[in-house]
């Protein structure tokens, strides 16, 4: 039996290249997979994250919409509908300077400042004189009593609408609640009186009014404005 032959040394150092180029090449693939592996695992940790995020924001708008009170809608203008309890006067219009003695307590209509009050609602009492000018142009004066329940107060503002409304405390009220309109005035003793939301359906943006669908917005802002 013949022995084998020797390696010769060239091909040694060729077979050693061969290996080392092949342990390069297993080395390499290696590297990439624990690359593309990595890569897999923090793409999907980004979908999960941009998933939770996403339904978070969801969540976040959802509560907001839910928890934010909503205005109440009306319809502008009324049908003649007459409710009980509702006063009627003959107030003139115009312009003056200086405080004016109102014939109603608080007032609906008269003479007013040339300036009117910019609808939203008041933490302290408003000048009569702007709030007139308001109910000229077709606005809701809701005025309550001071001492007025914080839980009457929020259940009241849950039934205004979102404009031509104006809210606001007022000293020596004939009721715990007033609601005035030009001409006009409803009291009552609670925020769920029934009569509420009907007196906004007969007397909000009312036509019936010296100036209807005057701005109520872009003049005097009084102490106190919250919204």
Known sequence: MSATPPVPPAVKKQLSVKA?????????????????????????????????????????????????????????????????????????????????????????????????LNCGVYEQPVPNENAVHSLEHGAIWVTYDSDLPAAELEALKKQLPSTYVVLSPFDDLPSP?????????????????????????EYWKSQNVPEPGALCTGAFDAPGKVT
């Open 177 to 201: 609640i007033v609601l005035s309109g030009w001409n006009t005035q409803l009291a009552v003793d609670a925020a769920d009186d029934e009569r509420i939301p009907t007196f906004f359906e």
């Open 20 to 116: 080392q180029r092949a342990a390069e090449r297993e080395r390499k693939l290696a590297e990439f997979k624990k690359r593309e592996a990595r890569a897999k695992r923090n793409r999907r940790i980004g979908i999960w994250s941009a998933v939770v995020g996403g339904v978070a924001v969801v969540g976040l708008i959802v509560a907001a919409i839910v928890l934010t009170p909503q205005a109440a809608s009306y319809s502008a203008g009324g049908d003649g509908t007459k409710i009980e309890g509702v006063e009627t006067f003959e107030n003139e219009a115009g312009h003056v300077e200086g405080v004016v003695d109102y014939a109603q307590t608080p007032p609906a209509g008269g003479e007013h400042n040339q300036m009117w």
